[in-house]
């Protein structure tokens, strides 16, 4: 098998990734990323993604979204809280989700880039894991 491997001579290379979204934006791309450490330090997973955070939000912009948990002693010091602008569907499922009884916080991360954040307080949905773990057993054997 011939591999054919190029080098990056200057970041004007990468000019075209580098567009805050807009290419990503007209495409309706999206790039989710769930983890538990996001705005959460915990470990390792944390720095990686801190670290990440402002090439990911300059590569695609608005159409970044992170996502985790909501831990109050965090999100103080983590995050600013913002609500997502009329139009973004991204408010309309945040929405959905409230009015279902799932407590939610959006806003941005306090770290290079300022990523839009959505982060769920998990207890808010602890009355309900009977019913997810009975759908998961029908529907996936799990």
Request: overall charge negative.
């Amino acid at each position: 098998m011939n591999r054919r491997f190029s080098r990056v001579e200057s970041g004007a290379d990468l000019k075209d990734f580098f567009d805050r979204g807009d290419i990503a934006s007209r495409e309706n791309r999206w790039n989710f990323e769930i983890a538990w450490e996001v705005a959460n330090k915990v470990g390792g997973i944390y720095t990686v993604i801190r670290s990440k955070a402002y090439v990911s939000t300059e590569e695609m912009g608005e159409q970044l979204c992170l996502m985790g948990p909501y831990k109050e002693h965090c999100a103080r010091t983590e995050m600013e809280d913002i609500e997502f602008p009329r139009g973004n569907p991204l408010l309309d499922a945040v929405n959905t989700m409230r009015t279902r009884g799932y407590k939610i916080h959006t806003g941005r991360w306090l770290v290079d880039g300022n990523p839009q954040l959505i982060l769920f307080d998990i207890g808010s949905g602890a009355w309900k894991l009977d019913q997810f773990k009975s759908e998961l057993w029908e529907k996936c054997h799990v």
